[in-house]
């Protein structure tokens, strides 16, 4: 025996898009229908997963060449840096075998990082406003082996301040932990974002501070839990903004 | 001659890296073919094609997630420049482009919500702990939970015809009946009606096929 057809407006029922008198007519249908009752169901499942969809609005046109141009930016920036015979990742990250902790660094390795700082900052064509030193803080300079980072501040039209990070030997934070940059003054704080990293080799991240954080003199690199309850954040690095 | 889609396949196990090709054929590369070329010379044609594959799909889920029009730009912009930095760590023995992508607008939209959730907090002199502003929006674990659902169901959206998807988001986001909008498309009322039933059949399928079916019903 052939099953009876399905109503053709059952989907358009369940969408609530017929009209009062078609919305009337399905309610008839439906007791004396098996069919139509069964397929309900269904779509009614379809329906409440589309209370999931996003809105359904295109990105602004211009954001494509944006990151474009961001991306070219970044591409130069590290041809620029690359140093002479060394190959760039494929990405935009140094790829490195996951690490344990955070390792800690040797006092010469601090000097590293600041000479290296400093002739950064002569080597660009179009100098950073600002370029900063990250080195451990004191207590966890113990003298094992490095990790140190460089931070380039560019003021925006905005008024926001760019931030360019480049860490070195920055160890993949664990699952439940995340890093944060901050700008410090006396007892205060402003975020510049968070970020995770790639580990042995170097990490690059670009943040964005708000214009308050101008006045502000100290750059912090913490971690953080996931768990804010939980207590225990480090200060990585430190840097004393010029 | 032409090039095959064999000889692009090929081209991915070259040691110098992916073969170069024509902006025809680049529009034919599988995403993860265009994913072995962001580490390349045409690594702008790569990302612009996987920009337009997933653009719709990476801000809508961030608007969605973060309420903010503002910060979904910010996050997709963050999302695409995070593919191609990234690049190098996606395996697709691990799972396809999407299921990686979806990880990376997860991770950039709880980095952007949290950047939010904190600005400027005085800290007590000598106290170590950062205190953390609230806000009465959605929590991290609420964006995490959500955001899976809304990523699956916005593909199998875009993975739609447009004329099939245009008649789902008229009559769900823009309440308008069968009749109003074969008005307003100027499409015929039974047109209208096909199109709907054969919409919905096919998100169905798309659904059934991931997790995202069984999040939805429970």
Redesign the interface.
Known sequence: MNRPERH?????F??????PEETEEIRRHLPSCSRCRSELE??R????????????????GH??D???T???A??ESRTEYTEPGKPT?????T?SPREGRLRLLSGAAAAVVVAFGIVFGLLRAEAPVVTVALVPTPEEAAGLDGYWGVAEIRPQPSDNQRVELRLNNFDEPEPDR?Y?L?FASG?????A????S?GRGET?V?LNA?P?ARSFDTLLI?E?R?D?RA?G???ALKGKVP | MSVTAGDVLEGERRPGGPRPVTSGQMDALSDEQLVARLGGPEVEAAIARLYDRYCRTVFGVGLKMLGDRSLAEELTQEVFLKVWRSSGTFDSARGGFSTWLFRVTRSAALDLHRKRARRVHPVPEGDSQILAARDDSAGPQEIVDESWLTWRVSRALDALDAPYREVIELAYFGGLSQREISRRTGVPLGTVKTRTARAFKSLREELVLADAWRVATR
Request: proline fraction near 10%; aromatic fraction near 6%; avoid cysteine.
């Open positions: 053709p407006d059952l989907t358009a369940v969408l609530g898009a017929l009209d269904g779509l499942k379809v329906n409440r997963a589309l209370d999931a969809a996003p809105p359904p609005v295109d990105p602004p954001l494509k944006e990151i474009l961001r991306l070219r970044e591409r990742s494929s990405g935009g990250q790829k995340y944060e901050w007892d205060r704080r402003i975020s974002g968070t970020f995770t790639v690059r670009w708000p308050e913490t953080e996931l804010e207590s954040t480090e200060v």
